[in-house]
């Protein structure tokens, strides 16, 4: 029992830096990119790339990345996505859609279909066992490392976006980009680097969990809808609500699919709606905003 909460608990947090940029662009950017589960792919291969054809070690290709991704993610938010802040939600959900579309077909063609094998370093490949019997808890190395790694971005985050000047900058520009920009807050600046490090967290995600989630073509597409369903039900302004849906998603997609596996998925959409019914908003609002 205590593995399996273990288990779901790395799962989660996964899900948690995999998802945390998308919260970002539709709560304090109110923009929906659809095509945030690209950025993560993007990642995952160029971790699996670097360490097959160049040998890079794995610690080192968890930066490039972050790096990578957030690189691209600011190169198409100032030629693609900017026109499109102010559009209707329907244009921006039929754009980043169709880029998912194009990303998945490009990475066919140029690098396959077939499932990408990553190589764990010998030091994360462990398994440690405390306890026995049914209360026995089973760690496996490398998701305490996962654990590890997305707990501190996860404190990082939140500390970045209340504690922070650029945290207040964020708030004010989507509260009121005209005020803000009025107080002599430079917005486009401040959305290119909100999207960059989305999508770099994105990357980073991917690359953590090509060994956990597999990693082939059609990854945007098989975790689009639980990155949607850590925004519905976590809210999209705050860091809190995310992880917290994340947490729960992740305890629950495990727990289900290893007592009932053939309902598994049910477990997971009947938490969602139940919470969904309760709080329609999500769990956390942050209050004063538009």
Request: aromatic share 12%; charged share 10%; with cysteine.
């Amino acid at each position: 029992m205590l593995t399996i909460l273990f288990d779901g608990v790395a799962y989660g947090m996964l899900l948690f830096i995999l998802a945390v940029g998308l919260a970002v662009t539709m709560g304090l950017m109110n923009f929906i990119n659809l095509a945030h589960g690209a950025f993560a792919m993007v990642g995952g291969y160029i971790t699996v790339l670097l360490m097959q054809k160049y040998d890079v070690p794995f610690l080192l290709c968890l930066p490039v990345a972050f790096f990578a991704s957030a690189l691209l993610g600011a190169v198409l938010e100032r030629t693609l996505y900017r026109p499109l802040y102010r559009k209707p939600h329907l244009d921006q959900v039929l754009f980043s859609i169709g880029l998912t579309f194009m990303a998945v077909a490009s990475v066919d063609y140029f690098i396959g279909s077939g499932q990408q094998i990553i190589q764990l370093p010998v030091w994360l490949k462990g398994r440690t066992e405390l306890g026995q019997g049914s209360w026995m808890l089973g760690m496996g190395h490398y998701r305490l490392f996962i654990i590890a790694v997305c707990a501190a971005l996860a404190v990082a985050l939140q500390y970045i976006l209340t504690k922070t000047q650029f945290g207040s900058r964020l708030r004010a520009s989507v509260d009121d980009q005209r005020v803000a920009a009025g107080l002599g807050i430079n917005v486009n600046l401040v959305f290119l680097s909100t999207f960059a490090v989305g999508s770099g967290l994105a990357g980073l995600g991917g690359a953590l969990g090509a060994e956990v989630l597999g990693l082939d073509p059609s990854f945007p597409l098989k975790f689009m809808i639980y990155f949607l369903i850590v925004v519905a039900v976590g809210g999209t302004s705050s860091i809190t609500g995310p992880l917290l849906a994340a947490l729960l998603l992740g305890v629950a997609d495990v727990a289900g699919k290893y007592y009932i596996p053939n309902f598994g998925a049910f477990i997971v959409y009947g938490l969602m709606i139940v919470i969904l019914v309760w709080r329609p908003q999500g769990l956390f609002v942050r209050k004063g905003g538009k």
